[in-house]
């Protein structure tokens, strides 16, 4: 499975900003996430769905703000992001979680990446 991730760009403190992440055949069965690294740190857990996308999970740092979504059908998941500041500036990864992982917070769990789309929030 192939990813894209898009929809980055410049935005203003407060401002909101939808991520795509298209696959490149079916990620029916695969729990999907997205991970952020800013410059200078490690990748960092967002948010995660579950293949059928009845269960969400969202780090501290953005929940309330950010919200994940997949559509199966079109193969693409989402991250809607909200009230943005610049502590969310960071490159933007999705992926697609093992089918042999329980784990959706770690990096290492994860198989297939996009190759990450740049979120830079202006103060």
């Known amino acids: 499975v192939q990813l894209q991730a898009s929809g980055g760009g410049l935005v203003q403190a407060g401002g909101p900003l939808r991520l795509s992440c298209a696959a490149s055949?079916?990620?029916?069965?695969?729990?999907m996430g997205w991970f952020r690294q800013a410059p200078g740190k490690e990748r960092e857990f967002v948010a995660a769905?579950?293949?059928?996308?009845?269960?969400?999970y969202y780090a501290d740092s953005i929940k309330g703000r950010f919200t994940i979504s997949r559509d199966n059908a079109k193969n693409t998941v989402y991250l809607q992001m909200g009230a943005l500041s610049p502590e969310d500036t960071a490159v933007y990864y999705c992926?697609?979680?093992?089918?042999?992982?329980?784990?959706?917070?770690?990096?290492?769990?994860?198989?297939?990446w996009g190759q990450g789309t740049l979120v830079t929030v202006s103060s």
């Open positions: 992926g697609a979680r093992s089918l042999y992982s329980s784990d959706y917070y770690s990096p290492a769990a994860y198989v297939f």
């Open positions: 055949g079916s990620i029916s069965a695969y729990g």
């Open positions: 769905i579950s293949w059928g996308g009845r269960t969400t």
